[in-house]
């Protein structure tokens, strides 16, 4: 077995596969000298070798065989009896014995014990808070329970239908459970580093309660709200709200409940939770920790002896394009609550006081609760909108809404009370309203407006950077001339299997069968558009994370210089053959499926390269085109040779092209306002590949925030000659605009 605990400081980012998505962002944290109370994470290696040596597979097969997901009684029955199962099996000595050495070396005393599964916290696929967390746990004995009660915890019913919906398969996905010391937190709460409903990146969001952090993420508690102007870094709006208890350590020694809500003393239930100071001191640090991650952050924070501390990090996944504000509807107002998710919709009342009721919850119904949890999201799917009692901004009901993308309002007290089934009301997510009846606006909503945006025609074609089979059809549905780049990163990972690992047990079979079928949704939700598919470029420290990796990949100094891209498929032919022949499926049926070849350092390489799918059947032709992909210096000196070796179009992946050039580490928080596209530099580069590019025939494109971000830096592409953009799904409204913008003054 390879190593079952390993402690923060010796995993990254980079490490999902084998620390799960909380904790490679710990393992990063406390690299980068963010505070982060010390702790080590048991591995999902330890999580699957407990599994085999238990002989739980089979078993938990059976179960899942003819379960139908949807059905909420079936489904709780099937997740009662798999976790009953993992729970009541023996663990092997061996990680026992791993996880008593480990937690005698942080010291003993209170630990927090959370789950960490494998495709958790991912852009896009962020219901986290299926598994469970234990907090205030003491003892070995306590936390190896703990450690395996984590372990069933990946069988709880919403991970079952998340799973499903998904398309991961059950036992493929594995979990880690970080152990961490416990912060007694006087106070404690979540922090958005741009705005989470109208996704102002102006803006931070703080959130805050007294006592222990569970009472805010699972809703029991109404949070202050504080937000923050990003760049002048002053306090801008304060909401006060009353908080009569707290989630705290159990003061009785020995008992079964280690946690316990206490009455707060009246004296204090309305004061405001931190002072300005510590409100700016905190919005400092998430201004840093944005920084170091390069995008917007969702943070768990927590406070304890005036010191704060950060239990979590991960990507904002719900973040829209910035639309202009709805006006408010003329109409009596039945409840007020805060705005969690923006839109407007009306529908009949579905009161849900317990998870075992959401069954009751029909397509459109307007979804009431109390609060939700990680077990309403089967009914959260089917509702045209949500309501809580409780909760903030960044609760369940709000986080999941904001994803679903579905109009929510929380903290709207007694809506359980005053509403009743199958009354009519309207829910405002963007003001935080409810309405008696069905009614509506004049004035344009937001939604409408982007529709608006993304209608407008444009010379120059917007396309989209794809990942997750899962958003396909609903891309697809939109004003999109393609997709400029379908990462292959995400299915390989989901595989979760080294390509040569599966070879040496004779099941490539297997792997061209599995990523056959994640490339086959997108060919075929965007048919007849093209779909332009970037061939894996996984680096080696990513590769030696799957099963099996560590057998085949050397470790590298420097793996985003290393073995990668096309020095790897003319190297390794054996498994690019098998990304090939997925390709080369997918194509029978979908002729709309191009190829385009990452990191291509020589034009030996692309040659090669190309010769290899030559013989695989892949050649250029009307309806197959062969892209290459634009990111290291050589590509700009020797660009006419590139294009002279054959291929119909280029690609330029900004942010390497940029880190390459200037010398900068993207990930460098230091050196993050030098990384900068607008470069005179980067600039030079840009106009070279374009210009030539397209005095020799071939079509150019970007891929990358940039051209949405930067106006002035469109104008330049589009004056240049770029014939496409490839943008993330939030800015294809956005993109078109500032193109047309650009397209107008050129035509002037």
Known sequence: MEKAVVWFKEVGKGDIAVVGGKGAN???MTQASIPVPPGFIVTSQAYYSFMEESRLTSKIQALLKNLDADNSRQLQETS?????????????????????????????????????????DLPEASFAGQQSTYLNIEGEENVIQAVQNCWASLFESRAIYYREQQGYEHLKVGIAVPVQRMVNSRTS???FTVEPVTSDTQKMVIEAIYGLGEGLVSGEVSPDLYIIDKQQMKTISKKISRQEQQLTRNPAPGEKEPNIWLQLPARI????????????????????????????????????????????????????????????????????????SPGLASGPVRIILDPTQIDQVGEGDILVAEMTTPDFVPAMKRAAAIVTD?????????????????????????????????????????????????????TASSFAANVLREAIETKTRVYVNLAQSELAEMVASRNVDGVGLLRAEFMIAQIGEHPKYMLKHKRGYEFVEKLY????????????????YRTTDFKTNEYRDLIGGREFEEVEENPMLGY???????????????????????????????????????????????????????????????????????????????????????????????????????????????FDERNE????????????????????????????????????????????????????GTTREIIARAEAKLKK
């Open 390 to 442: 409780r909760g903030g901004r960044t609760a369940h009901a709000a986080i999941v809404s904001r994803e679903l993308g579905i109009p929510c309002v929380v903290g709207a007290s007694q809506a359980t009370g005053k509403l009743a089934n199958d009354m009519v009301i309207t829910v405002d997510g963007s003001h935080g309203k409810v309405y008696e009846g069905k009614v509506g606006t004049d």
């Open 564 to 674: 990668r891209g096309a020095s790897r498929y003319i190297t390794d032919v054996e498994s690019f053959k098998l990304e090939i022949e997925a390709i080369r499926r997918v194509r029978k049926d979908y002729p709309n499926l191009w190829v385009m070849i990452p990191f291509v350092r020589t034009i030996g390489e692309l040659q090669a390269t190309k010769d290899l799918l030559e013989s695989e059947g892949l050649k250029r032709s009307k309806d197959f085109r062969l892209w290459m992909m634009v990111e290291v210096p050589s590509n700009i000196f020797l660009i006419d040779k590139f294009l002279s070796v054959g291929i119909d179009g280029i690609s330029i992946g900004s942010n390497d092209l940029t880190q390459l050039i200037l010398g900068i580490d993207r990930d460098s928080d230091r050196l993050a306002k030098t």
């Open 26 to 28: 710990l393992g990063e």
């Open 80 to 120: 009662k009896k798999i976790k009953q199962l993992i729970s009541s099996a023996i663990m092997p000595e061996e990680i026992k014995t791993s996880i008593k050495k480990a937690y005698s070396e942080l010291g003993q005393g209170l630990v927090a014990v959370r789950s960490s599964a494998t495709a958790e």
């Open 189 to 191: 709460g979540v922090m």
């Open 269 to 340: 239930q309305k004061q405001q939770k931190l002072t300005d100071a510590e409100i700016l001191q905190l919005a400092e640090m998430g201004r840093h920790i944005e920084a170091h991650y390069g995008q917007p952050q969702d943070i768990e924070w927590a406070r304890e002896n005036n010191t704060f501390y950060i239990v979590q990090s991960r990507p904002v996944t719900a973040l829209k394009e910035s639309m202009e504000e709805e006006a408010e509807i003329d109409a009596p107002v039945l409840l007020t609550g805060d705005a969690a």
């Open 517 to 532: 079928n994640n490339i086959l949704m997108f060919a075929k939700a965007f048919y007849p558009r093209p779909v332009v």
């Open 681 to 732: 530099a980067v600039l030079m580069a840009l106009e070279r590949a374009i210009t030539i590019s397209k005095e020799m025939g071939v079509t150019s494109s970007i891929c990358g925030q940039a051209p949405s971000v930067y106006p002035e830096l469109t104008e330049k592409l589009v004056s240049w000659g770029i014939t496409s953009v490839s943008v993330s799904p939030d800015m294809i």
